[in-house]
């Protein structure tokens, strides 16, 4: 329950370059087996919103890379978006991954209030996203922009094949103005180089989850390792 801000501490001493902090939610619902299971776990253990806010208190007095927020709408809604936006703020997060908070509504209804507080919201594409919704996104985006692998889950099995590099260089070639991260499927050193050929990062959540599952927070270093260093 308390192990938050333990496993980013270590996190940042291994070496990563941000940290993702997942926000519970009973419906995941872009993630798979492996992220929904632990959301489950942590609604179980008593994980609610407040309790995040409360463990990050003091978490810029040691921590100075970047620190998102990822999560759906509904619990930001139930907490109300100004007071979780000013909430991130004073805790010093510094931007919102939201799948399920679409362009235009956020453009219409919140950008404002994330602007207010400091916080760039991340927006995701996949391999269906069209050119003139890409430009959208990039237009609307500072930060990064979250490049889906595929049209599936967290955590699927899969290997970067020919259609997932064709995809990740189709956008390379779009000169956006943002850099691209992707995720969803790295789960090694192999598919870490094969994301980042064409991108300037790669995201982990499921494989972090099991290793830390199976391993505990003492393997996070050499996790960390395995996948950014051979």
């Known amino acids: 329950m308390e192990s938050t801000f333990p496993i ?6 291994s070496g990563v370059d941000m940290v993702e902090i997942g926000l519970p939610f009973s419906d995941p619902l872009a993630d798979g087996p492996t992220i929904q299971a632990s959301s489950t776990q942590a609604l179980q253990n008593g994980m609610t919103t407040a309790k995040l806010f409360e463990q990050l208190t003091d978490v810029r007095k040691k921590i100075k ?18 007071e979780f936006c000013a909430h991130c703020e004073e805790v010093g997060i510094d931007g919102l991954i939201i799948p399920d908070l679409p362009l235009a509504e956020y453009e219409r209804e919140y950008r404002q ?20 919704r890409i430009r959208e996104i990039d237009k609307a985006s500072e ?3 979250y490049m889906v692998s595929s049209s599936s889950t967290t955590g699927s099995r899969m290997d970067f094949g020919s259609a997932q590099q064709d995809y990740f260089k189709r956008v390379a070639d779009m000169d956006l103005d943002n850099p691209r991260i992707v995720g969803f499927g790295i789960k090694d050193a192999k ?6 050929e064409y991108a300037q990062g790669g ?28």
Do not use: D, W
Not at 65 to 82: A, D, K, S, T
Not at 216 to 227: M, V
């Open 191 to 196: 598919s870490f180089q094969a994301a980042t």
């Open 113 to 132: 209030i994330f602007e207010a507080h400091g916080l760039l919201n991340i927006f995701l594409i996949s391999p269906v996203t069209s050119e003139v």
């Open 8 to 13: 980013v501490e270590t996190l940042e001493s």
């Open 143 to 145: 930060g990064f922009i």
């Open 203 to 230: 995201i982990i959540g499921s494989a972090f989850i099991k290793e830390l599952k199976k391993n505990g927070l003492e393997s996070i270093p050499e996790f960390i390792k395995r996948i950014r260093y051979i």
């Open 65 to 82: 890379i970047p620190l998102l927020i990822m999560g759906y709408f509904n619990p930001i809604l139930q907490c109300g978006v100004e």
